[in-house]
């Protein structure tokens, strides 16, 4: 996996990192590794794409598929949507002396899920089903080119001026009101955070490293009494407007993403996927104690979002896509 400027990104994939990025595969305990012949898939691979996880594939020879995304959905840049079904790889298999070999290979479209597959009880149609509800909300009455979300954070901005809200995603837009800086209760319970509350809002869009953001609180409100909110302590705007994303901030929450294998027990997703995707590589991810991420911490930076899921860097630098974030100042998030 490349290095760049600092942050661990996953890269195109080559034959030899296959087998890295495959290690959680659904099907495949990390003890066992990948199937041999999955490390010849990334030849059929054109340019601009990489390998996600394998999603059907026989026992012996016969056809398999394997979730494929683009190679910069991942880029704070340009990131993904997961709107965008992506593609899936579909491999022929031989069964020669060897074992199965891959003899051909073709990209497809990959069909999103649809409403016919909601009968069931499984968490992917779930999310797919509340996430086409994000999307024709956003198509309706979010601005042009605004790519939905549904998430809550918190402003990290430390001016004590507040943090402008501007009315569009540009420094040089009008500015529409401010968030108030951090507030610290008296008599808050022990809790709170020592250096006092940021001030809270939900993040239902993102645009070119701003995030749409809107109905935000006063900091703390929610953590104590909101009758002893001061009356000078300036109340923030609570409408819709755009905020740098770079301060924002956030809690992980628990987004139902498979439990991944370790030392032969099943534990909840320690690490960022390469797209936002389940069916994407994956690679782990370590908060600033050097422990697997997960909803008892938050990213170091959030760099976009998309549906459910957003783009950020962990502590330890890997930066990748993690379904969910909330904004419990207090406790976890599960």
């Not at 595969?25 to 390998?51: C, K, N, S």
């Not at 909601?118 to 089903?129: K, Q, S």
């Not at 507040?162 to 540009?170: E, F, I, R």
């Not at 009758?227 to 139902?256: C, K, L, M, T």
Request: glycine share 14%; with cysteine; proline share 10%.
């Amino acid at each position: 996996m490349g290095q760049e400027g600092g942050v661990r990104r996953f890269g195109r994939a080559s034959a030899a990192a296959v087998a890295c990025l495959f290690l959680a595969a659904p099907g495949y305990a990390i003890a066992d590794g990948p199937p041999a012949w999955l490390a010849e898939a990334a030849a059929f691979l054109p340019d601009g794409y990489v390998l996600g996880q394998i999603i059907a594939a026989p026992e012996d020879g016969g056809t398999a598929s394997i979730a494929v995304f683009p190679a910069g959905a991942d880029d704070p840049a340009e990131p993904g949507s997961t709107f965008d079904p992506g593609h899936v790889l579909v491999v022929t298999l031989e069964t020669g002396a060897d074992g199965p070999a891959i003899v051909a290979g073709e990209l497809r479209e990959r069909a999103p899920i649809g409403p016919e597959d909601e009968a069931g009880d499984g968490t992917e149609a779930d999310y797919a089903a509340w996430q086409r509800e994000i999307w024709i909300k956003g198509q309706q009455s979010y601005p042009s080119g605004t790519e939905p979300c549904e998430s809550r954070g918190w402003s990290i901005d430390e001016d004590p001026a507040g943090l402008a809200v501007h009315l569009k995603p540009s420094a040089d837009s009008r500015v529409l009101g401010t968030l108030p800086p951090r507030y610290g209760p008296e008599g808050a319970d022990e809790a709170a955070p020592e250096d006092g509350f940021f001030t809270e809002f939900d993040i239902i869009g993102y645009s070119k490293g701003w995030f749409l953001i809107e109905h935000a609180e006063p900091p703390g409100r929610d953590y104590f009494d909101p009758d002893s909110y001061p009356d000078d302590h300036p109340e923030p705007f609570a409408g819709r407007g755009w905020i740098p994303v770079e301060r924002v901030g956030a809690q992980f929450a628990n987004g139902d993403m498979p439990v991944r294998a370790r030392d032969g027990e099943g534990v909840p997703i320690g690490g960022l996927y390469q797209a936002p995707s389940v069916d994407s590589a994956w690679t782990p991810a370590h908060d600033a104690y050097g422990s697997a991420i997960s909803a008892d911490g938050g990213p170091k930076r959030i760099l976009a979002c998309s549906g459910f899921w957003a783009l950020v860097e962990s502590d330890d630098g890997v930066v990748g896509w993690w379904r969910r974030l909330c904004s419990n100042q207090v406790t976890t998030c599960s």
